[in-house]
């Protein structure tokens, strides 16, 4: 057998024996870093996340800057993969499309020509269609790239090298926002006004402890790309910024257009005889406006927003979605609260504060400490800029000084020149150079040997003194560079004033009115409605009070279970022998034609349970519910609607029990009459009777075995009714029920004479 070598060593050898769980978190938290640093969480100082920023740095390469001519996208991306961000080009020129967009962002980093999707929703067109450059947005978040400002570092393969963060002084977190979602964590920024930004940051450079109440003063809240209004208060504005958490409640602008600088805010566009029609102009952020019309058509499909006839797109580069009411009697304050309610045009942001700082440690700020960081890295950015200049200056005076001390000794550096085989160390020793001058001099042409060139020198050298003064002055003094900051911000300000197009603030913020009060349920057309439903659970719905004993038609096998009038309006209560409680819309109901449609389409019911009872809800109205056991209570009808198809658990029902009498309870009727399957009976006062919202309820009849039969309420003084059998149609009555009046929970004793033998009242 061969000897084992080094080289034919068992692969298996190199497996590490470690713990499952410690490897995987272990390296779940390596991708969860990488994920939150590196990929979805934007830097404080620029704003951007690394996709945004690796496409304008590609951009700026290529010298796509505003007056240049566009390039094809796909240019773009393809210098973007291929040399600085290794991922999909569709996610890359997704991220593209979005900073070409003027509905996405406030202030748009790239100017796209072309399809580049619009607010309906719809997508871009593909890379080699459209075309794009730098915006001078862009270019002022750039700018200083050039001048040390930052420092650079090697791109994924070594080949190319890219900056960490961009130093402009465009304050583009807030400016633009952002969104992602990382490991654990997330973030959302909406926009803001670039005006507002640098006041608040003015103030804060003027006075560091300034409050966050001061703050708020210059710093209103978010303004959206497409405008709409933001109808918090503002404290719940002041308390999000202060925490860095919070929501903004946004909603469409109905308004028929601007006048000079006001908006007509009502939105009502008055037509001829009387008829009016409500205009939309700007919807709410991040809301496609395809979406929204289908949202309101739908509506308008299923007749849940019957005060509302029609809806029109009739935008071009301006939306105007309009909507025709059913009437000109129709309120049009119901008209709007109903679209806020039912539809996407009343939405929230959530404002997440999540950013990177400067040490690339993620946190959650306030604006107050995310604006004195903010300042504090264009401080810093400020500083490496100054140096970096006085680096230069000092270079170029090293090299001024040797071309004046070369003019005031021209001839003899000509002679040594001429004479000598290595005139740069002569020249060194006899002139007290440095190697940089001596070389330097030896460059120089024959031209700039002019008289006029020293004059022109020594004026440089005068200018760059003063500079480097001023600059020593400015690298020493704090107070200067905080000085010097605001009158670049000042100086910026001026591109986003308020009587700009781009700066002009889009959304307004005012807090909401109380809203109007109403019930979607008004908008119900009335009508009479005959409802049936089949043993087998089909339900339909006539129109008009039918007469309950009409033959209605049943599927073979199917027979009739509950018939009873209602209204269009109505609410039906839906129990279950489970105990749980349905609600259904009489305006929901399939209409009468045919068989109807089975109610477990509609409500979300468990198979094996049976109805027990179908009834109209009346407000206040209450209800005996009584379980095979013997326990029940009483219960309001109001508390026994159900927001949604899975119902609302009311009576607790335990294995073998089962929910067996739900009766309406009259005002009139004060006693409450039990009969057990033993054929007892107890008849006791209604106040005993606990109302409850749910639960087992109480004991009602106590029985040594079988369960409760039936149960229901009377008026003590008119006494207890029953149908005689047969085809008779009379009733008995007994006045006299004293001799069964016990306390609620006793046994009972055996009926009055003739009482139906299937214990039924």
Do not use: C
């Not at 800057?65 to 999909?88: C, E, L, M, N, T």
């Not at 460059?443 to 001023?470: A, G, I, V």
């Amino acid at each position: 057998m061969a000897e084992i070598t080094d080289d034919d060593s068992d692969p298996f050898d190199a497996i590490v024996d470690a713990p499952f769980d410690a490897a995987l978190s272990e390296r779940y938290l390596v991708y969860a870093l990488s994920t939150i640093t590196a990929r979805s969480l934007p830097d404080l100082r620029d704003g951007l996340k690394p996709v945004h920023r690796r496409l304008l740095w590609a951009m700026r390469q290529l010298k796509l800057d505003p007056a240049s001519a566009y390039k094809k996208s796909a240019r773009v991306v393809g210098d973007v993969i291929g040399k600085y961000h290794p991922h999909g080009d569709s996610s890359v020129y997704d991220a593209m499309v979005r900073l070409a967009q003027d509905f996405s962002l406030r202030y748009p980093l790239v100017q796209g020509q072309g399809n580049f999707g619009n607010i309906d929703g719809d997508n871009a067109a593909a890379y080699r269609y459209t075309e794009a450059r730098l915006t001078k947005t862009a270019i002022q978040l750039m700018a200083g790239l050039d001048e040390g400002t930052v420092e650079f570092h090697p791109t994924y393969n070594g080949e190319e090298e890219e900056p960490e963060i961009f130093p402009g002084l465009f304050p583009n977190l807030l400016a633009n926002g952002a969104t992602g979602i990382a490991v654990g964590m997330a973030t959302s920024i909406p926009s803001h006004n670039v005006a507002e930004v640098i006041d608040a940051s003015l103030m804060l450079i003027d006075n560091p402890h300034a409050e966050h109440a001061d703050i708020m003063k210059v710093f209103k809240g978010p303004d959206f790309a497409t405008g709409g209004l933001v109808v918090d208060s503002p404290e719940a504005i002041s308390t999000a910024y202060e925490t860095g958490k919070g929501s903004f409640r946004m909603r469409g602008r109905f308004s028929t257009g601007r006048t000079g600088d006001t908006w007509e805010e009502t939105g009502i566009e008055r037509l001829g005889g009387g008829q009016w029609q409500l205009v939309i102009s700007e919807i709410p952020y991040m809301l496609p406006k395809g979406k929204l019309i289908e949202q309101v058509a739908q509506l308008i499909a299923d007749r849940k927003l019957p005060i509302l006839e029609d809806v029109r797109d009739e935008s071009d580069e301006q939306v105007r979605i309009v909507f025709v009411p059913k009437s000109r009697k129709i309120d049009p304050e119901l008209l709007k609260e109903s679209l806020y309610r039912l539809t996407d045009l009343e939405s929230r942001f959530t404002l997440n504060l999540n950013v990177l700082d400067a040490g690339r440690t993620p946190g959650v700020l306030g604006i107050r400490l995310l604006l004195q960081e903010w300042i504090k890295s264009q401080i810093d950015i400020l500083v490496r800029r100054t140096q970096h200049r006085l680096d230069k200056i000092a270079s170029r005076l090293e090299l001024v000084e040797g071309y004046i001390i070369a003019y005031l000794n021209l001839d003899r550096i000509i002679e040594i020149i001429r004479t000598e085989d290595e005139p740069k160390p002569i020249m060194m020793a006899e002139f007290n150079l440095t190697d940089r001058q001596a070389e330097a001099i030896l460059n120089m042409r024959l031209r700039s040997l002019r008289k006029l060139e020293e004059m022109e020198l020594r004026q440089e050298r005068e200018d760059l003194l003063k500079e480097q003064d001023e600059l020593n002055k400015l690298l020493e003094s704090p107070a200067r560079q905080r000085t010097r900051l605001k009158r670049d911000l000042t100086n910026l300000r001026k591109d986003y004033a308020e009587d700009t197009a781009l700066g002009r603030r889009r959304t307004t913020i005012a807090q909401a009115e109380p809203t109007v009060e109403f019930s979607l349920d008004a908008m119900i057309e009335k009508e009479p409605l005959t409802v049936i439903l089949s043993a087998k659970g089909w339900i339909r719905a006539a129109r008009g009070h039918v007469p309950l004993d009409s033959d209605f038609k049943f599927k073979e096998g199917d027979g009739p279970a509950f018939a009873f009038h209602a209204q269009t309006t109505d609410k039906l209560l839906i129990a279950l022998d489970n105990g749980r409680f349905y609600t259904l819309g009489g305006d929901k109901l399939p209409g009468a034609r045919g068989f109807g449609e089975p109610i477990r389409t509609m409500l979300d019911i468990d198979a094996s349970a049976q109805i027990v009872a179908v009834i109209p809800h009346r407000p206040k109205m209450q209800l005996l519910l009584a379980s095979s056991a013997g326990k029940g209570f009483a219960a309001v009808s109001d508390e026994l609607l159900a927001e949604t198809r899975k119902g609302r658990a009311v009576v607790t029902t335990k294995p073998g029990v089962r929910l067996e009498v739900v009766r309406e309870i009259p005002e009139e009727h004060d006693h409450v009459a039990v009969v057990g399957e033993n054929r007892k009976l107890v008849v006791f006062s209604l106040e005993e009777l606990p109302v409850l919202a749910k639960g087992q309820g109480v004991m009602l009849q106590r029985y040594r075995d079988g369960g409760l039969a039936d149960a229901t309420t009377l008026k003590l003084e008119d006494g207890l009714s029953w149908a005689m059998g047969g085809d008779t149609g009379r009733t008995r009555t007994e006045k006299d029920m004293m001799m069964w009046k016990v306390a609620r929970g006793a046994a009972g004793r055996m009926p009055p004479q003739g009482f139906p033998r299937d214990n039924k009242f």
